[in-house]
């Protein structure tokens, strides 16, 4: 069956088979995609509420994959409606994507980019209180996701948060069906579909955290087709 396994199909996004428009409309339309299906969400009630258990004045998060920085967006007004002083680093190979970060983030100091490869982080040990990806795994084959936990657990003092698809019929459905109503981006119209069938289900997301070495393993599902790794 389609979805008893994670397919191999490369996305365009990975192949570069798009040009500079169409790239500028992804970036678009993907944060507004994100938003409505619940990443935000998911941060809230996991890393956020961490922070908030942990009682911390201060925080530092590398965000490993940022897209244009959405999320490190949300977190920095959490932190200031919180009065917390936050370091945040969005980490993006793609160039137009790093520059996006710093460009939708200029009310946002505490935001830095870096260009980098997430299978071999550019910081230190222990840099960063936590690290965090969002929809961003799944483009990888299950060795170079273990390799990236691993380098996420490697720079991240506290403990570690993977917000991604939950490879199931119903969602891959509905994006198909529904989604084209609303989806006009060849990107995001061809590779959203794509993602979910190259996404995860909890006990295979849960087997990669182990081969990772994480210790602390949870894999929880989050509405509307999310799985939310953490780990120390």
Do not use: Q
């Not at 989806?183 to 061809?190: A, D, G, Q, S």
Request: charge should be positive; include cysteine.
């Amino acid at each position: 069956m389609m979805f008893d396994w994670r397919s191999d199909e490369l996305e365009l996004i990975d192949t570069g088979d798009y040009t500079a428009e169409e790239y500028e409309g992804f970036l678009r339309e993907i944060r507004r995609v994100n938003r409505f299906l619940g990443d935000t969400r998911a941060l809230k009630k996991t890393l956020l509420r961490e922070v908030e258990k942990e009682n911390l004045r201060a925080f530092s998060v590398l965000d490993v994959g940022a897209g244009s920085g959405e999320l490190l967006r949300e977190i920095a007004s959490f932190a200031r409606g919180k009065s917390k002083v936050t370091l945040l680093a969005g980490l993006e190979l793609n160039a137009r994507s790093a520059e996006s970060i710093l460009e939708e983030s200029k009310n946002f100091a505490e935001i830095t980019s870096v260009r980098g490869d997430a299978l071999k982080l550019p910081f230190a040990d222990a840099a960063f209180d936590y690290a965090i990806c969002s929809l961003f795994t799944h483009h990888f084959t299950d060795e170079n996701v273990v390799r990236i936990l691993r380098e996420m657990r490697r720079v991240a003092r506290r403990k570690i948060f993977v917000i991604d698809l939950h490879r199931h019929a119903l969602a891959y459905f509905l994006y198909t069906t529904v989604g084209k109503l609303f989806l006009y981006n060849r990107l995001v119209r061809r590779d959203g579909a794509l993602s979910i069938r190259r996404s995860f289900r909890p006990p295979e997301l849960r087997n990669l955290a182990e081969k990772a070495e994480l210790e602390n393993i949870s894999v929880e599902r989050r509405f509307p087709f999310r799985l939310v790794l953490s780990g120390s």
